[in-house]
DNA sequence: TCGACGATGACCT
DNA sequence: GGTCATCGTCGAA
């Protein structure tokens, strides 16, 4: 197994790309503390022309500035003053597209993750929805910008057997008018660790 | 400076 | 179904 090496995050379409990244396997080795878990949801965020993305409209502020990078790095943002979203920046430099990890299937360092999320048993609560999914794999604001192809954060394709995907829309973007009913959420219908059906 | 508000989640009825 | 914790970011003043 290897790392999925940077470039791979450089494709020009996150829409795709999103999909394309249920059934792959993210790790991270943080605090001395190795983690792993199989994507099961991911949202496409698609740049200055999407009002769901925080760079809708070119928009650019200190937050915002690491979604204009070069794909294949962190984005992990404060939301609600209380949840650490975890998404990973697409296509090339200047575009500002990104894709929201929304859940993963716990695979290794389950121990640490009962820790890190003050749980002991392995229920979808453990690692469905973006906030619970940063706080299992102990990501924070501490990792933005950081490549998602490095020794901390990577992914490798198991090539488990192919994940039966569901299109629909994403969560929680009302504000976003239109663009709140584009079909941009996939997550595996086979995995019971996905955060809304 | 200050006020409004979120790409949520846990718990309540 | 509804409420609310909690704080960094952002835009208005």
Known sequence: MSKIPQSYFQSGNVVQLAEDLIGMEVFTNIDGQLTSGIVTETEAYAGKGDKACHAHLGRFTKRTAVMYQPGGIAYIYLCYGIHH???IVTNTKGNADAILIRAVEPKRGIESMFKRRDKSKLDKTLTSGPGNVSQALGLSKIQNSLS???DTIWFEDPKLKPPEIV???????DYAGEDALL???FYDATSKFVSVR
């Open 183 to 185: 079909p941009w959420r």
């Open 167 to 173: 299109t629909t829309t994403r969560i929680g973007i």
């Open 148 to 150: 998602v192809s490095s």
């Open 85 to 87: 979203l975890f998404n």
